[in-house]
Nanobody, 122 residues
C-alpha cells in the first residue's frame, strides 16, 4: 500500500511558477512509476507528466517545455515544477503511483493522492 499526499497548490498569476510536491509513505516510491494528473471543473481527469521507475520522464503536449517532473528518492517524493503558467492550467493536481513501466492512463495507476488546487489568474 502506498499513501500519497500532495501539497504546494496555490493561486498564481499567469506567467508565474509553482512547484507541487507528492510525498509517499508505506512503500519506496522509487519502485513505482509516478504520474501527475489534473482535473478542471467539468472536465475529465487528464495526464500531465510522469517519471517511470527507470527515471525517464514524459509529458503531455500541453505542458511540454513548461513543466518538469523530478524525484527525490531520499525524501521519498516527486515534484512537479510548473513554469510559464497559463489560466488553462487551473485544476486540481493529483499524483498517482503505478507498478507499470510507462503508464499514461488513469486505469494504469493503482494509488492516488487527494489532490492540490492550482489556480492561475489572468
Amino acid at each position: 500500500q502506498v499513501k500519497l499526499v500532495e501539497s504546494g497548490g496555490a493561486l498564481v498569476q499567469a506567467g508565474g511558477s509553482l512547484r507541487t510536491s507528492c510525498e509517499a509513505s508505506g512503500r519506496t516510491l522509487s519502485s513505482y512509476s509516478v504520474g501527475w494528473f489534473r482535473q478542471a471543473p467539468g472536465n475529465a481527469r487528464e495526464f500531465v507528466a510522469a517519471v517511470a521507475y527507470n527515471g525517464d520522464t514524459y509529458y503531455a503536449d500541453s505542458v511540454k517545455g513548461r513543466f518538469t517532473m523530478f524525484r527525490d528518492n531520499a525524501k521519498n517524493a516527486v515534484y512537479l515544477q510548473m513554469d510559464s503558467l497559463k489560466p488553462e492550467d487551473t485544476a486540481v493536481y493529483y499524483c498517482a503511483a503505478s507498478p507499470l513501466a510507462r503508464p499514461r492512463t488513469i486505469n494504469e495507476y493503482d494509488y492516488w493522492g487527494q489532490g492540490t488546487q492550482v489556480t492561475v489568474s489572468s
